[in-house]
């Protein structure tokens, strides 16, 4: 029998097609389910594969390898899809990829399989990373192969053979989670018009009912990269984490949009992204001394080009990796804290300050006496600004 790595969440959909392996195509099916910080569900899924006819069934801790090595560059070039999206799952799904291809070495497996649609994203990252991997590596896309075509068919399959499902009644929708964020999508939040349910939030408090007063911490940076919290120095895992609970305790990071898939289609999620949404804000604090001003614009130009390769699922080609280094190399003097201040759902930069890379000179900008800059400079530099204006203008065209 051909053997095939089965990324396995212990859902509705991976547990179908875990059965849906074995019954309808023959395979041996190794389930492999990567912790990124989804929490207590991994233990559950191991046992649950076991007990579906998994021949085998791991998991493996990808948390610290998640953060140091995907979370981070990417706050490193703060990266933001479409203005909103921090790409919580975006860059979650190449992680994962790579566990799959290293499983199936591992293993002696032919193929992979996933339990992404044929509607979104997931699909293209896990199988254009896994691919960039193991060029020979086969893919086996169920949802793109089976007759079944909707949650329906998966609990009447499920019930068919016995395979125990979340109850969906008081969840109407599906959730992704990992140590940057958790999405919510399908169900009732198809109707764009539709609020979120109550209750639906995991990391945060509604913003109205958190803490009346608010909170001050210090963020710090090395080279773009957060290192510490409060002067305490934590592992990239341990240091997300904190700031997830900080932040998530005032409200911070809920998103609602409606964004384009790289398929071709809008697509509403809802996302909460306490710690990143806190990190993203302090970063920018910290580069708003240490980055000079045409590096910061140069950055901010590339940016959209970089989340959109990231949410594309082109992690490891060559056009992001040389993009990467180019921001890295931008954040070699940014190094710093930033003072936060958080408070019902807002992360408001309150101070920020950098002893050994500081571009802010204070005697140069204050409007007090002192300092080398000398005003009078500044008439011929307008002189020569306004020239093509005032030539224009005298021709009347301007």
């Known amino acids: 029998m051909s053997r095939v790595i089965l990324a396995y969440s212990g859902g509705l959909d991976t547990s179908v097609i875990l059965k849906w392996l074995i019954e309808e195509r023959g395979y041996e099916v190794v389930c492999y389910t990567a912790d990124v910080g989804q929490g207590e569900e991994v233990e559950e899924a191991v046992a649950k594969a076991y007990a579906t006819g998994a021949v085998e069934a791991v998991a493996e801790d990808l948390r610290e390898e998640f953060v140091e090595d995907y979370v981070w560059p990417a706050i490193r070039a703060n990266a933001v899809y479409e203005n909103y999206y921090l790409l919580g799952t975006s860059l979650a799904r190449p992680v994962i990829a790579k566990g799959l291809v290293r499983a199936a070495e591992t293993f002696g497996a032919e193929a992979i399989s996933h339990g992404a649609t044929g509607k979104g994203n997931d699909q293209v990252r896990f199988e254009l990373s896994a691919y960039a991997l193991k060029p020979d590596i086969r893919v086996v896309a169920p949802w793109r192969e089976w007759s079944m075509r909707g949650r329906a068919d998966l609990v009447a399959y499920a019930d068919k053979h016995d395979i125990p499902v979340p109850v969906t009644a008081e969840k109407p929708y599906s959730t992704d989670a990992n140590l940057l964020h958790i999405s919510y999508e399908g169900g009732v939040l198809e109707d764009p018009w539709v609020g979120p349910p109550e209750g639906i939030f995991n990391l945060t408090v509604d913003p109205e009912e958190a803490p009346d007063e608010a909170q001050e911490v210090i963020v710090s940076f090395e080279r773009g990269t957060p290192v510490a919290v409060d002067g305490t120095e934590m592992s990239p895992a341990e240091l ?159």
Not at 264 to 291: C, D, F, Q, W
């Open 240 to 398: 997300l984490a904190h700031c997830n609970r900080v932040a998530g305790a005032h409200g911070i990071g809920r998103v609602d949009l409606v964004e384009n898939r790289f398929v071709g289609m809008k697509n509403r999620g809802v996302y909460e992204t306490p710690g990143g949404t806190l990190l993203h804000h302090a970063h920018r604090a910290v580069e708003s001394i240490t980055l000079d001003r045409e590096l910061a614009h140069l950055r901010d130009q590339l940016m959209p080009k970089y989340a959109e390769m990231v949410y594309y699922g082109f992690w490891f080609s060559p056009e992001r990796r040389a993009l990467q280094n180019l921001m890295d190399d931008l954040q070699s003097g940014v190094t710093g804290e930033a003072r936060m201040r958080l408070y019902k759902g807002r992360a408001m930069v309150v101070g920020r300050r950098s002893d050994s890379h500081t571009l802010y000179d204070q005697e140069t900008v204050t409007f007090e006496e002192g300092g080398t800059y000398d005003q009078a400079d500044a008439t011929g530099f307008i002189r020569l600004n306004a020239l093509r204006l005032r030539m224009q203008a005298g021709r009347g065209l301007g």
